[in-house]
């Protein structure tokens, strides 16, 4: 048994050597494959009369998906300096809803998704960004958040590279939506919208806790409590972080 395992053993040595010699005597062939006649970028040359391998682009030339003609639409603010007032398409509910799916993912963890700037990371000590529901930022453009998402604001760094320009579009818009989610007025209601608002305001809040119905607020259809659980009024102080987002 011994002998045999001798004979292997140097026979594997005799195998390893003979590589080893092998590969030596080969360096020296190798084809340096990555050195070839070529010129790499700007590299010298004698070729050309102004001495450089690349050569300058002709006129007006732009590369391919580079041509960012519409200022606006790639920067939030127009060629006169302005935010646009509204992305550079239309703004559809399936634009919102991917808004709203997009600002989950990227934005919320640390403006939140109510936008009040009270997001998981800030509560674990990141600064706190200004509530969207801030009266200066409900005042600002969906350009100016676009330009916020390009850009970077502060602390806070540039989306541009995780976030393609038609989602950053339509995260904007749909912070407006999360601005209106808590500010909304009765006089931007359509007249049939706005009578049944205030029509279930006039409700009383809790009826239950009263045993029976205010006078003269029941509608025909309110019998008992189920009643008051859909038609109660949207509320402020309704909106726990994420509690209606799935
Ligand atoms: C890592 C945390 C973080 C994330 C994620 C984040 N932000 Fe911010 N954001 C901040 C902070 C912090 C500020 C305030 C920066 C400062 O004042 O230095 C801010 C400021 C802002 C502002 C307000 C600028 C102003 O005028 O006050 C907007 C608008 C904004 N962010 C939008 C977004 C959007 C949209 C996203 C998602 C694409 C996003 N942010 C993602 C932290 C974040």
């Not at 040359?45 to 002709?58: A, N």
């Not at 995780?162 to 500010?183: C, E, G, K």
């Not at 259809?221 to 109660?232: F, K, L, N």
Request: one cysteine or more; glycine letters at 10%.
């Amino acid at each position: 048994m011994r002998t045999d395992q001798g004979i292997e053993r140097n026979g594997l040595r005799r195998l390893g050597l003979c590589l080893a010699a092998c590969a030596l005597l080969t360096a020296g062939c190798r084809l340096n494959m990555h050195d070839q006649a070529r010129v790499e970028p700007y590299e010298e040359s004698d070729f050309f009369d102004d001495g450089v391998g690349s050569r300058p682009l002709p006129a007006n030339t732009v590369a391919r998906g580079d041509l960012r003609a519409d200022v606006g639409a790639y920067t939030g603010i127009s060629a006169a300096g302005q935010p646009l007032a509204a992305p550079p398409f239309p703004v559809t509910r399936q634009v919102l809803q991917r808004g709203e799916e997009r600002y989950n993912v990227f934005c919320s963890p640390c403006h939140s998704r109510v936008g009040d700037g009270q997001g998981m990371i800030v509560q674990r000590g990141f600064k706190q960004p200004t509530s969207f529901h801030d009266p200066r930022l409900r005042g600002s453009q969906v350009g100016y958040f676009f330009n916020v998402m390009t850009e970077g604001y502060g602390v806070m760094p540039s989306y541009a590279p995780q976030i393609p320009v038609n989602d950053r579009w339509a995260i904007a818009a749909y912070i407006r939506v999360l601005q209106y989610s808590q500010n909304a007025r009765l006089a931007d209601l359509s007249p049939e919208r706005r009578a049944l608002v205030q029509e279930r305001l006039a409700r009383p809040v809790r009826p239950m806790d009263q045993g029976m119905p205010a006078p003269g607020a029941p509608g025909p259809g309110q019998t008992g409590h189920s009643g008051s659980v859909e038609t109660a009024p949207p509320s402020h102080d309704q909106a726990p972080e994420g509690a209606d987002h799935p």
